[in-house]
């Protein structure tokens, strides 16, 4: 599926914040578009400004990347900071991988590697918290890609956790969510992210390239079911947008 990028007439915009160059917003912004959405892809990373308000916006989506929230880059702090916009106006907002990290930084909380530099690279098991469960089903295990993980900043609530890094889904206000597995995964970009990534596919707590794709197999499904459902509750669709008290009634 192509993505219709900004410039889609009057279809509403979803901010979708990259950070490669060859970065795909993947399964998301194909749901996004098969929901009426257009794209406003932005990488500030390679200069591109974003806005200041949200009012053009239907919501926005921070995607991950190989850097850290804690690093020195201009457009780390930039995208970090940008981050009170959405919140502010209360418009949906959802931070993933990276992302969710950036939106932990944003509320003062921290982010770091596991105690034992122990990663997680492949599928790992997630279980909901009783929020969680109030909210939608949750698949068994999720993809993830990353080498550190975030606490649980003031205001924020579990929704999901896991062993290894026990924080991996929460949610800020009636529309902030962050997540730090990869529902975007697409059979491409594993392949990609598997080839370009194979070093670290030798750390400690990583697993098997071909672990990766059979565990595809098996654990899909459930994510793309999850992902559906999850859009239903943050945006809904162009012409039927998600509302607050939806999300406060599925509480």
């Known amino acids: ?5 900004d410039g889609g007439g009057n279809r509403p915009k979803v901010l979708i914040v990259l950070h490669q160059e060859n970065s795909s917003p993947g399964r998301v912004g194909q749901e996004l578009v098969r929901r009426g959405f257009a794209l406003d ?16 916006h239907a919501g ?15 457009f780390v702090h930039k995208e970090i900071n940008w981050i009170r916009t959405p919140l502010r106006e209360e418009k949906p ?9 950036m939106l932990v930084k944003h509320l003062g909380g921290t982010v770091g590697g596991h105690c034992d530099d122990l990663v997680e690279i492949g599928y790992y098991p997630l279980k909901p918290t009783e929020t969680g469960k ?23 609530d579990l929704l999901a956790s896991g062993p290894t890094y026990p924080n991996q889904a929460i949610r800020v206000g009636p529309c902030a969510y962050g997540i730090q597995f990869h529902p975007e995964l697409t059979h491409q970009m594993m392949v990609r ?26 654990h899909d499904p ?28 599925a509480e």
Not at 43 to 54: A, E, V
């Open 1 to 5: 599926m192509r993505f219709q990028l």
């Open 41 to 56: 892809i932005r990488k500030p990373r390679f200069g591109d400004s974003l806005p200041d308000t949200m009012a053009d």
């Open 222 to 249: 459930s994510v793309k079911k999850w992902l559906d459902r999850f859009l239903d509750l943050w945006i809904g669709t162009a012409d039927a947008p998600a509302q607050r008290s939806v999300l406060k009634a």
């Open 134 to 156: 109030t909210l939608m089903d949750w698949p068994k295990k999720v993809y993830q890609w990353h080498r550190e993980g975030f606490d649980l900043p003031r205001g924020a």
């Open 93 to 101: 907002f959802l931070g993933i991988c990276l992302g969710a990290q």
């Open 193 to 218: 992210w598997t080839t370009k990534g194979a070093p670290r596919m030798v750390l400690p707590g990583a697993q098997s390239r071909r672990d990766h794709f059979a565990g595809r197999l098996i």
């Open 60 to 74: 926005a989506v921070i995607f991950g990347g190989p850097m850290s929230a804690n690093d020195p880059d201009a």
